[in-house]
């Protein structure tokens, strides 16, 4: 845990590092808008077969034994495949997106189209950095996969750093060769952690085809969303796709930072549980994960109420990045806060569902949060623009999480009396919110830095006072 902590801060870091950069060269112009536009395809491909990939292989991945299972190898092959040709497809009719993208957003569709067909390669290196971290987070490899995804911003942000701004596919070109170290770095590790075992075993996987039909259907959907939230930003400005793209990559460093370590090792340590039957085991460290990550989304979340303003100016208002974008910006990462709670607490949950295979249920919860969430959109931003869109990211998360919590109770993977245990971190988590709301009201008279004091210091007496039973030390429960 200890290593996949800090390998993830060091991946946020960089990420973190990548954004003010950007920020600062391009701040809520066109370009931005291009780029976190096509970007949003790219977070789609990648991020979600990389996490199909790991909800399938990872706790299937190995025997007892610890030799590898034929058919989940192969497995890995059938979304390779799948990403190039979806990937191809993507490359051959960048036009045809490009006049639909342009046509609800006013950006040239040029610009698009270039953009589109240069982020290609990037994602499917993106792909198989994906796959090669599960593989290692199977075999027990903690390190690696959480350190590796930061070569990307880090060959990226050097030459923003310290040239002028490029145009938007020659960043996508030198983010390639990011991902190119980062598969590269990814395979050495690999080769390390697999010295020994590399000859594989026959194995039986149960319903894989049926798995991995509705994984691709579920991707399908999911990786549209970025893109499509985004596009629907910019409906009333242009520079909305930007602003929505700074105040949810802000949240997603910060969830990550916070949660990050749990979700790399929760899988692989669960999965052990799971093959083990050690159910006492899985469930005191289900519950004190999720009593841990609900704590601390809350206090970033009420830290962020008392002082977003100040933090965003800190971090983003140079160069291009101007008091506006500040103020507006922040206004989406306050109706955002609640999806931010809600959607880290239900990446701990979905670890939980995966490490006992319970992949139709989990899938079932992303299409329905995907439904509920374009709806959503669909009828906000055509209301109120990007900040419907914060707001239906937000009510798709809760309503979520509130169906995986159903889903883990029915499927006993905790019991009632798991349940109750939470009371005494939900009763922290509510009165640090209450101290946030109290230093609102008293905004006034109090400076923005007071009043983070005063929500840390009520988080700290609260822990002391109520004693909720949270993870104390990294490592197993």
Request: charged share 10%.
């Amino acid at each position: 845990m200890i290593r996949a902590t800090i390998g993830v801060w060091a991946n946020y870091a960089t990420t973190a590092a990548f954004q003010i950069v950007f920020a600062l060269r391009y701040g809520s112009g066109t370009e931005a808008s291009v780029f976190v536009i096509v970007f949003g395809v790219a977070i789609g491909v990648g991020g979600v077969i990389t996490a199909s990939v790991q909800s399938v292989i990872v706790p299937r991945l190995l025997t007892p034994a610890n030799r590898l299972v034929r058919p989940a190898v192969r497995l890995v092959g059938a979304f390779t495949l799948l990403a190039a040709a979806a990937l191809l497809a993507l490359w051959l009719e960048a036009d045809g997106v490009a006049n639909v993208l342009a046509a609800h957003t006013h950006i040239p569709r040029t610009a698009i189209v270039q953009a589109l067909r240069a982020a290609c390669p990037f994602i499917f290196l993106e792909v198989l950095s994906g796959e090669l971290i599960a593989i290692n987070l199977a075999i027990g490899r903690r390190f690696a996969p959480a350190v590796a995804p930061a070569l990307p911003s880090v060959v990226a942000a050097t030459p923003l750093a310290l040239a002028a701004p490029i145009s938007v596919p020659t960043l996508f070109t030198i983010l390639w060769v990011g991902a190119l170290a980062e598969v590269a770095f990814l395979v050495a590790a690999l080769a390390v952690g697999l010295r020994g075992r590399w000859r594989t075993v026959s194995g039986h996987l149960p319903h894989a085809g049926v798995i991995a039909f509705a994984t691709a259907a579920q991707l399908i959907l999911l990786t549209l969303l970025p893109a499509f939230e985004r596009v629907m930003a910019s409906l009333h400005s242009p520079d909305g796709a930007a602003h929505y793209n700074y105040a949810l990559r802000s949240l997603a460093v910060v969830q990550q930072l916070v949660i990050g370590g749990w979700l790399l090792s929760s899988l692989g340590d669960w999965s052990e549980f799971a093959r083990a039957n050690e159910r006492r085991r899985f469930r005191a460290s289900l519950l004190k994960t999720t009593a841990s990550a609900t704590l601390l989304l809350v206090l970033a979340a009420s830290i962020a109420i008392v002082a977003g303003q100040k933090l965003v100016a800190l971090v983003y208002e140079h160069g291009a990045f101007t008091s506006r974008d500040t103020r507006v910006v922040t206004s989406l990462i306050l109706l955002a806060l609640a999806g931010f709670c809600a959607e880290g607490i239900g990446l701990v949950l979905s670890q939980a569902l995966l490490a006992h295979r319970r992949n139709g249920s989990a899938i079932g919860i992303g299409i329905f949060s995907f439904i509920v969430r374009v709806t959503l959109i669909v009828l906000l931003a055509h209301a109120w623009g990007v900040r419907g869109v914060a707001i239906a990211y937000s009510i798709s998360a809760v309503a979520a999480l509130l169906l995986e919590i159903l889903v883990v109770g029915a499927l006993a993977l905790a019991a009632r009396s798991d349940l109750a245990r939470l009371g005494r971190s939900a009763l922290v988590a509510l009165g640090t919110l209450a101290t946030a709301g109290a230093c609102v009201l008293a905004r006034p008279l109090l400076p923005s830095a007071a009043q983070a004091v005063l929500v840390l210091g009520s988080f700290a007496a609260l822990i002391v006072i109520v004693k909720p039973e949270i993870a104390m030390r990294f490592g197993h429960a």
